[in-house]
């Protein structure tokens, strides 16, 4: 059974930093594209930063440069490092895994089958 479970969530400061995590049991971690997903209140859930097998990447246009995603195979951990993070970033953030679909990149939340609880990040100004 696929478990997603994020951490690291909280409160910061604009301009500082945060880093969320992921852990994933239940499926071949490495195979799969995982990706960061946020959601506001009252706001539809958009893609933050993905990542396939192969280490490729995909971000959100308002977050390049300033967010990084990046996976631990061997601890079958999805990271995602915000530094900078702006007060209207402020959401639940969720990590999710496609194991149904096609193994590339994809920043859509309709093509990801498996999803976390989320854990809720407050960018204060």
């Known amino acids: 059974q696929v478990h997603l479970v994020e951490s690291g969530g909280g409160s910061v400061q604009a301009g500082g930093s945060l880093r969320l995590s992921c852990a994933a049991s239940?499926?071949?971690?490495?195979?799969?594209?995982m990706a960061w997903f946020r959601q506001a209140p009252g706001k539809e859930r958009e893609g933050v930063a993905a990542i396939d097998s192969d280490g490729i990447t995909s971000y959100a246009d308002s977050v390049k440069g300033r967010f990084t995603i990046a996976k631990d195979n061997a601890e079958s951990t999805l990271y995602l490092q915000m530094n900078s993070p702006r007060p209207e970033e402020t959401a639940m953030y969720y990590c999710?895994?496609?194991?149904?679909?096609?193994?590339?990149?994809?920043?859509?939340?309709?093509?990801?089958?498996?999803w976390g609880q989320g854990t809720k990040v407050t960018v204060s100004s």
């Open positions: 999710a895994a496609r194991i149904k679909g096609p193994i590339w990149v994809t920043l859509s939340p309709s093509d990801y089958d498996s």
């Open positions: 239940g499926f071949g971690y490495s195979r799969y594209c």
